[in-house]
């Protein structure tokens, strides 16, 4: 079947600091990949997808790349912001589903000053 | 991208009573539109899929004469929530796709609070 497995939070890290949440999934065929951002009371915003294998997604200083062999779409920023305090979900969808998402379970970040 | 806009983003309403929740496609015609929830501190569950003028795919679990899912347009499709109980108080939230769309968009969501 499809599922996501995300690292689970809450991260906290100060301004300036490297940004890695895990994200790994299962799937049959070959989905598309995405990081979704939700800020408080906010609904969902794609951050960035790729979709197919070795892709890179990256939008506002965060990258995720595509990798089929680890199965894995593993969100990076090299510096975050105040700003981007908010909560990430990975999702996939499979092929020729219509746009179905599978989410995982989102990572609460904070980022302080 | 293209926007979606989900109406009300905040209701509160008696047990028993219906409330309905709306999702539009501003700029673009939704053939597909999908209707999700979101427990406090969890991820989003897919509740249904509505195809414009057909009826809902409703998931496994979610009962299907409660949560009542009309797409009659292709940028209009609605979730009523019939006979809420404080259990139906969540964070609902909406997606569409257009038929030429690779993604789908999703909307502002609508905070429910049943009392």
Request: charged letters at 15%.
């Amino acid at each position: 079947g499809n599922s996501v497995t995300q690292m689970e939070g809450p991260v906290t890290l100060s301004e300036e600091a490297f940004l890695t949440i895990n994200c790994t999934y299962t799937a049959t065929g070959y989905p598309s990949l995405f990081w979704y951002v939700q800020y408080p009371g906010e609904g969902l915003q794609l951050l960035l997808k790729a979709t197919k294998a070795d892709d890179k997604g990256s939008n506002k200083g965060f990258e995720a790349t595509y990798r089929k062999e680890t199965t894995s779409f593993h969100l990076e920023k090299g510096s975050v912001q105040v700003s981007d305090s908010a909560v990430y979900f990975c999702a996939l969808s499979p092929m020729n589903t219509g746009n179905q998402f599978y989410f995982g379970t989102g990572t609460s970040l904070t980022v302080i000053p | 991208g293209a926007v979606v806009s989900q109406h009300p983003s905040w209701v509160i309403c008696k047990s028993g009573t219906s409330v309905k929740i709306e999702c539009r496609s501003l700029d673009f015609q939704a053939t597909t539109m999908f209707w999700y929830r979101q427990f406090p501190k969890q991820s989003l569950m897919l509740m249904a899929t509505s195809n414009e003028g057909s009826k809902a795919t409703y998931e496994q679990g979610v009962e299907k004469d409660k949560f009542l899912i009309n797409h009659a347009s292709l940028t209009l499709s609605t979730l009523t929530v019939t006979s809420a109980h404080p259990e139906d108080s969540s964070f609902y939230i909406c997606s569409a796709r257009g038929h030429r769309n690779t993604e789908a968009f999703f909307g502002q969501g609508t905070r429910l609070t049943v009392v």
